[in-house]
C-alpha cells in the first residue's frame, strides 16, 4: 500500500460514509464531507434490499419495448415530467445505444461481477463493525399472477442461470408458506435467497459513520461550492461558507448531485436522477419475513425501519423539481393486490433521488482529467448492494493496490 494520504470525499450517503470507513481502516485520514448529514439523502428512503439479482441493464428489449406504453399510462412505473423531456433526450440516446445486443453482454457481465462479490464483501464488513444483526437471513421473492407474467419475465431468469445467481422456483402453497399475507391470486413465486434486506438502511449509514469517527475520521457539515485546482489535480474542496477542505486526494460520491460537480470540474457524465417514492407504514396489520416483488405491476414490499415499505416507481423530472406524492400512492394501490389484509395506517411518504447512467452500470474510478481525483457515483438502484463491494475496490484503487477486479467497464470517461 502506498503512504497513507489526507483524502476528501463528498457525498455520506451508503456508498460515500461506507467508502470513508474503508480507507479511514487503512490508515488515512479521511474527511467526510455531507450538507444534511450522513444519510439523509437515498440512502434514507431506499428499499432496504441486497439485491444481487437486479443488475441486468435497463436498457434490455424486455424493458425498452415497454416504455412507449410505460410513458402513456399516467399510472406506469415509469413516468416522466413533459417539462423535463427535452434535457432527457441525450441520456435517452446512450439508453437506447446500450440496448445493443454485444452491449448488453457486455453490461450484464460488469453487474455480475459485482454482484458475485456483494455477500462477501457486506459480511467481512458487517462482521468487522459488528452490525451483523441489521441484516435478515431471509431473501425475496418475485411473484406472478399467471404463467404469461412468469414468461414475461423469463428473460431475467435467463440470466441469473447464465451468471450461476441462485434461485428457487415456487408455486402454491409453497409460497404462502413462506409469506401467509400473500393474495391467493399469485399462482408462481421465484425466491432469491440472497436478496437479503436491511433492518433499516438509514440506521445502517448513521451507525457505520460512528465506526469511521471511532476510527479518527473526520465528518464535516458543509455545502460543496467548488474546487480549488493546481498543477493538474485538485487541492481543496470549496465550500459555500468560504471554508477550503485541503486534501491529497479527493472522492465524488454525492449521488445524482455529482453531476454537478463533474461539468464544474469539466469533465461531465451522464448521470440522472431516477426519481424514487416509497410509503413507510408503520402499522400495517400483517407481518412480513420476505421483501417482495411482483415486476408486472412494478412495485416492492420490504420489511424495514420498524414497518413495512413499499415502493417501486420511477419518475424523471431532474433535481429541483417539487415531488409528485401521488406516484407513492400508486404503489400502495399496487401493493394491497398482493397483501390484501394489509393496513395502510401511520404512514409517511417519502421522494429521493437515484444516481442513474443509461448503460445502468456505476461510475467507480479516477478521473481522466485530473490528478487524484476519483468518482464513486452512479449505482442507481443498487447503491446499498453495492456499498461494501464500491468501498473494497475503491479503496484498493484509492490506496495504490490493484483490486481484484478489473474496473475498466466503470471508468469514467466511457460514454
Sequence with gaps: MNTSSTIAIVGAGIIGTTLAYDLQRR???????????????????????????EFMPASRPAIWKQMPKWLLDPEGPVRVRPSYMPRLIPWFLR?????RPSKLRELEAA???????????????????????????EGCLSLYADEAEFKADRDHIEILERFG??????????????EPALTTKITKAVLFPDNRSVADPYKLVTALAERFQALGGTIVRGDVGGFETGEGG???????????????????????????????????????TERGYHTQIMDPGISMRHSIIWPAKAFMVTPTAGGIRIGGTVEMAGIDAAPDYRRAKITVKRALEALPDLKVRQTSEWMGHRPAFPDTVPVMSASAKHRDLYYATGH??????????????????????????????????RF
Design 111 to 137: 453487474g455480475a461481477v459485482l454482484c458475485h462479490r456483494v455477500q462477501e464483501d457486506l459480511d467481512a464488513l458487517l462482521k468487522e463493525t459488528g452490525l451483523t444483526h441489521m441484516l435478515s437471513a
Design 380 to 413: 442507481g438502484h443498487l447503491g446499498l448492494t453495492y456499498a461494501a463491494t464500491n468501498a473494497r475496490l475503491m479503496g484498493d484503487l484509492i490506496s495504490g493496490v490493484t483490486p481484484p477486479v478489473d474496473l475498466t467497464p466503470f471508468r469514467a470517461d
Design 95 to 99: 439508453f437506447l445505444a446500450a440496448s
Design 234 to 272: 485538485i487541492k481543496a474542496v470549496r465550500l459555500k461558507d468560504g471554508r477550503a477542505i485541503k486534501a491529497e486526494k479527493t472522492v465524488l460520491a454525492a449521488g445524482v448531485f455529482t453531476a454537478r460537480m463533474a461539468r464544474d470540474l469539466g469533465e461531465p457524465i451522464p448521470l440522472e
Design 27 to 53: 490508515g488515512h485520514a479521511v474527511r467526510l464531507i455531507e450538507r444534511d448529514g450522513p444519510g439523509t439523502g437515498a440512502s434514507f428512503g431506499n428499499m432496504a434490499s441486497i439485491a444481487v439479482t
Design 165 to 178: 445467481f441462485r434461485h428457487e422456483i415456487l408455486g402454491g402453497n409453497a409460497i404462502r408458506d413462506l
